[in-house]
């Protein structure tokens, strides 16, 4: 079997209990530890600020902090690494303590031996990795579930406003085409214009609410991402945006509708390319195609701002944005989101801050579009 490598940043301003945890980790296994060290809390910010680490070794008591404090610090910058707390022989309650506060588990110092400290990093990563798991599907289903409620909701309020608009655009036009005096004809085209820009707002909470019927026909996705740079190619190139495509050319056709299809990589295109471009004036795009089993993955990576957690979860709500008034709608992701779920797929967002975004889009492949290999 493969030799296995898991880093690990051990915290602690020992150098006793350093040499001796490194000594009981350099052993020979089929194992290897990679560890790095830090003395202070600050150091291990610093080093977790660059650094992705697979398992934190976390004294409690360090010269900058001390106590349950230092777990809580550590646990808010690096919450999705496990942490194993190392406390003294007379401290079992803050070990307790610790495991409440979001530690995997904690060690005692001078109770530790080999087997038990690497058993403890072992299950600390395997533990960490199912509650990831679990927490990630949580927030998948609370997301889709609120947006469901969301899109009835929409879906109500657009039906009840669209007659009434139809008929102030309707007379708006009417009363146009009569012989009225210059001035009111523009105040009459000011009505008509606005009630339209109402309409095609109400026309985005609709396709937002899964309500635009799709006009299916065989297409291949990288044709549809091709025909969308195109498209974007002057505003793209006018924003110093490099665009890099890996589209593989394997991707079976499938029944989608093209137009809409379009307009949703379309917008993840031009927010990557707003939001890299109001960040840095510049940026770098890149969009992949993969067939994975029955799924074809479509991911949009930038290396713009990237989304701050707390965004995140409401990405995909209408009239979301974080541009000021006039900027945006709000409503770019919304439409991607109805588009997305209404071929039966999924869309979701990854990011980190100051780093960049990825937006992937996954469409399934029905079983007869599986012999369909567009070369
Ligand atoms: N690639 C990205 N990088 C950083 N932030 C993003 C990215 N894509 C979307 N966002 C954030 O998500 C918000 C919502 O995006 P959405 O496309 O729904 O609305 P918008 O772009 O603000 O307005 P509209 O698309 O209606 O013109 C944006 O305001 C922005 O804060
Ligand atoms: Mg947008």
Redesign the pocket.
């Known amino acids: 079997m493969a030799d296995k490598r898991i880093n690990i940043l051990l915290v602690e301003d020992n150098s006793g209990d350093r040499r001796l945890i490194s000594e009981m980790l350099a052993e020979a296994g089929n194992v290897t530890f990679d560890v790095k060290y830090a003395d202070r809390l600050q150091a291990a910010m610093e080093y977790l600020s660059q650094n992705r680490v697979e398992v934190i070794l976390l004294d409690l008591g360090l010269p900058d902090s001390q106590g349950l404090e230092t777990l809580k610090k550590t646990y808010a910058q690096v919450s999705e690494t496990p942490i194993v707390v190392l406390t003294g022989l007379n401290d079992e309650m803050i070990g307790t303590q610790a495991v409440n506060e979001g530690a995997q588990d904690y060690l005692i110092k001078g109770q530790v031996d080999t087997n038990l400290l690497r058993r403890t990093i072992r299950y600390a990563i395997e533990r960490k990795q199912a509650e990831e798991k679990e927490r990630r599907l949580q927030l998948q289903l609370n997301l889709s579930n609120r947006l469901a409620s969301l899109g009835l909701m929409v879906e109500g309020i657009a039906h009840e406003i669209n007659n009434p608009l139809t008929s102030v655009i309707g007379f708006a036009q009417m009363v146009m085409s009569e012989d009225i005096p210059e001035n009111t004809r523009e105040d009459v085209k000011t009505i008509g214009d606005n009630a339209q820009r109402v309409a095609d707002i109400m026309k985005n909470l609709l396709t937002f609410a899964q309500q635009q019927k799709l006009e299916r026909t065989y297409i291949n996705v990288n044709d549809i991402i091709e025909a969308t740079l195109k498209l974007r190619a002057y505003p793209l190139e006018d924003s110093n945006i490099t665009v890099t495509t890996q589209l593989d050319p394997a991707l079976p056709s499938i029944m989608a509708d093209a137009t809409l299809l379009q307009q949703a990589f379309l917008?993840l295109v031009?927010?990557?390319e707003?939001?890299m471009k109001l960040a840095h004036g510049k940026g770098s795009l890149l969009i992949k195609t993969a067939l994975i089993s029955d799924t074809i993955q479509i991911s949009f990576t930038?290396d713009?701002?990237?989304?701050a957690e707390a965004?995140l979860v409401h990405?995909f709500d209408p009239f979301?944005?974080?541009?000021g008034f006039g900027q945006?709608?709000?409503?770019?992701?919304?439409v991607c989101y109805g588009i997305i779920t209404e071929h039966n797929g999924q869309i979701y967002a990854k990011?980190q801050l100051d780093r960049g975004?990825v937006?992937t889009v996954e469409l399934p492949v029905v079983a007869e579009e599986k012999n369909l290999v567009v070369a």
């Open positions: 917008n031009i927010n990557a707003t939001a930038d713009g701002p990237g989304i965004n990405l979301f944005s974080t541009r945006g709608t709000g409503l770019g992701l919304s990011s975004s937006f």
